[in-house]
Nanobody, 125 residues
Framework: QVQLVESGGGLVQAGGSLRLSCAGS????????SAWFRQAPGKEREFVAA????????YYADSMRGRFTISRDNAKNTVYLQMNSLKPEDTAVYYC??????????????????WGRGTQVTVSS
């Protein structure tokens, strides 16, 4: 079992950048597909990006591709989400998740077995 803790959220102006971190403990994140989701008030949890355990392949939601980059440092047991050109509609709680099924990059929240508690990102206009 793996525990996940997100950090790096905060308040940023539109057009700015943030880097979120997801630190794993209890087990190596190398054995999981890792992903980021987000949830805005009153909305369903939304897929952002996922990355293979090896870091060799990533998959993005269409609206984030080109602005967000997911990466991982297995030596630090940490997954990152670099967010650039932020927009007010990116405001949400961002969650890190891990999928025990490590063969395919999946985008459904129900596909993921472990979750962090989230970190708030607020983008002002």
């Amino acid at each position: 079992q793996v525990q996940l803790v997100e950090s790096g959220g905060g308040l940023v102006q539109a057009g700015g950048s943030l880097r979120l971190s997801c630190a794993g403990s209890g087990r190596s994140l190398r054995t999981y597909v890792s992903a980021w989701f987000r949830q805005a008030p009153g909305k369903e949890r939304e897929f952002v990006a996922a990355i293979m355990g090896s870091g060799g392949h990533a998959y993005y939601a269409d609206s984030m591709r080109g602005r967000f980059t997911i990466s991982r440092d297995n030596a630090k047991n940490t997954v990152y989400l670099q967010m650039n050109s932020l927009k007010p509609e990116d405001t949400a709680v961002y969650y890190c998740a891990a999928d025990s099924q490590w063969v395919t990059l999946r985008r459904g929240p129900d596909d993921y077995d472990y979750w962090g508690r989230g970190t708030q990102v607020t983008v002002s206009s």
